[in-house]
């Protein structure tokens, strides 16, 4: 066997160097690398045309030449920065008189004195912005003194100490026990073994979604380039949970409806795909996509299906309750694994309460982080977060007890009912249409005939803090309790400012539509995140 080898290689290799030699040494060596590295840049383009679509890719590509150009970069640069100034100038963000170092002399209690100084020159918010503020009323008396009070009694706690805080840890198992009823927990669909934790905020939760999915999927089918898919209407917080734990991420375009794109989304699956992403309903348009065929999907493919509940956790479930038309959304639709449910905003608990739930232990155990060669002892942490304030969490166990289900049933018909008051005044201003058709307390509101940005300027000089959105270029008011008495002044005002930009079109002095159009046409989508990237820098 070896003699019969031996020969061939050794003709192999005679014909190989006879080959070679026509050509001179240096092209032998030079000509596989070079080779290489093309290889290696096609590939790479390959993968940036296949991540950001053909047209984004060659305007990259084109602008990336284009500031080559002797002082075209400098001149962009300019331009960026006088967007960035005009930002800064609208409000936000004057640094002129903060302290830099520590007084020499504390101010002792005075210094409580000095804080509602500061405060009292905030913008008023009571009513007037979209979403921020859920809680009814004003901060001295009801469910906000009682909020307060909660808070301030475990001001110190800290759940990561179980032995001491016994109480906070207790009250974290209540939340997301009493939070997992709603969403189905109990029902045999769910299959009895819904666990949770609570976060910091709804990011914070999608953010261990999407973790704990990708870790899951790798132990269960070895995926090691995972890859998402989620409707461009879902929150931001995907992107940065994609660029945090290394996720390829497919962004699908909606339906006509708004909704996400079931089929759509089903063309993008393949071996890598970890997990979908479903919202009940979408932050821009109130809008709930079928998480039903969302979840058969998933189902069907053995991948992770997440819901996002942060606006709808504590309105769909008491909504379905009084009657509205509420679709399935919870863990009692197959192919459910994981949800996302923010008690800080309609739950009416105090600011960084989120919950994050999944179908079981099996899923769950991948969000946790174990330490186990650490000098400073054995670590394990269930959320991205070590220390956790027990104050938030005493807050919402103190909401959910003080209301109960009579009280978000009521807070609920409430929201609800003024949201539908908010879609019926709009339709009877022509000039506006709402966009889709909402499910929840979400109203975005669009223009045929005057620019939306226009008259969201004019509305901010009234003193109302609307969303501004695009695709189509809208806003949308977030209703809620702070809204229910002001239903009919919210109205009027809106119908004024359209009249006015119906009347006087063109952008106001300090306003942002210029900078709102201008950002929704640049083609160069790289340049509008280096703009808001800019302004982050300045504004923080």
């Not at 197959?334 to 309609?346: E, F, L, P, R, W």
Request: proline share 5%; hydrophobic share 40%; glycine share 8%.
């Amino acid at each position: 066997m070896e003699s019969s080898i031996l020969p061939t290689v050794i003709r192999l290799r005679a014909s190989a160097n006879s080959y070679l030699s026509q050509f001179e040494p240096l092209a032998i060596v030079v000509v596989p690398i070079v080779s290489f590295l093309i290889a290696r840049i096609l590939q790479s383009f390959i993968q940036v045309i296949q991540e950001k679509g053909v047209k984004a890719t060659i305007i990259g590509f084109f602008m990336t030449l284009i500031k080559l150009v002797p002082g075209v970069k400098k001149y962009i640069d300019a331009e960026k920065q006088k967007v960035v100034d005009k930002l800064q100038s609208s409000g936000k963000s004057s640094r002129d008189g903060w302290k830099t170092e520590l007084p020499n002399t504390g101010l002792g209690t005075r210094v409580l004195e000095e804080m509602k100084d500061f405060k009292q020159k905030d913008p008023a918010w009571q009513g007037k912005c979209s979403g921020t503020v859920y809680i009814g009323g004003n901060e001295s008396e009801g469910h906000f003194s009682l909020i307060n009070e909660a808070c301030s009694m475990f001001a110190h706690a800290n759940p990561l100490h179980l032995d001491v805080f016994k109480s906070v840890v207790r009250f974290e198992a209540e939340v997301v026990a009493m939070t997992g009823a709603l969403f189905g927990s109990k029902e045999k669909a769910s299959g009895g073994k819904v666990c949770g934790n609570m976060t910091s905020g709804g990011t914070e939760s999608i953010l261990l979604a999407v973790k704990s999915s990708r870790d899951y999927m790798r132990a269960k089918k070895n995926i090691t380039c995972p890859e998402m898919i989620i409707p461009e209407s879902a929150h931001s917080a995907y992107d940065k949970a994609c660029q945090y734990f290394k996720i390829k991420l497919w962004r699908v375009p909606v339906n006509k409806e708004f909704q996400a794109d079931v089929k759509a989304i089903k063309k993008y699956i393949n071996k890598n795909t970890i997990m979908i992403v479903g919202s009940a309903p979408g932050f821009p348009h109130g809008i709930i996509d079928p998480i039903e065929e969302l979840g058969q999907l998933a189902f069907s493919y053995g991948i992770c299906l997440h819901v996002d509940l942060c606006l709808g956790g504590f309105v769909l479930p008491f909504a379905r309750k009084l009657g509205y038309p509420i679709p399935p959304f919870d863990f009692t639709v197959q192919g459910v694994t994981s949800i996302s449910a923010d008690v800080h905003k309609y739950g009416l608990a105090p600011k960084g309460a989120s919950i994050v739930l999944y179908r079981n232990h099996d899923i769950r155990k991948h969000q946790f982080v174990a330490v186990t060669e650490w000098t400073g002892g054995l670590y394990v942490s269930p959320t991205i977060a070590g220390s956790r304030p027990g104050s938030v969490i005493a807050g919402a166990w103190a909401a959910m007890i003080s209301l109960g289900e009579e009280g978000y049933l009521e807070h609920t018909r409430e929201i609800m009912e003024a949201s539908k008051r908010i879609q019926q005044g709009v339709e009877q201003i022509p000039e506006l249409f709402i966009v889709g058709r909402p499910d929840m307390t979400i109203v975005a509101l669009g223009s045929n005939i005057i620019d939306i940005f226009e008259v969201n300027d004019i509305l901010s000089s009234k003193g109302w803090h609307l969303s501004p959105l695009q695709r189509p270029n809208s806003i949308h008011i977030c209703v809620t309790l702070q809204h229910v008495p002001v239903v009919d002044e919210f109205l009027k005002d809106l119908n004024d400012s359209v009249q006015t930009v119906k009347k006087n079109p063109g952008p106001i002095s300090g306003g942002l539509a210029p900078i709102y159009g201008a950002a929704g046409k640049i083609p160069d989508r790289g340049m509008v995140s280096e703009l808001l990237v800019d302004y982050m820098d300045n504004a923080c």
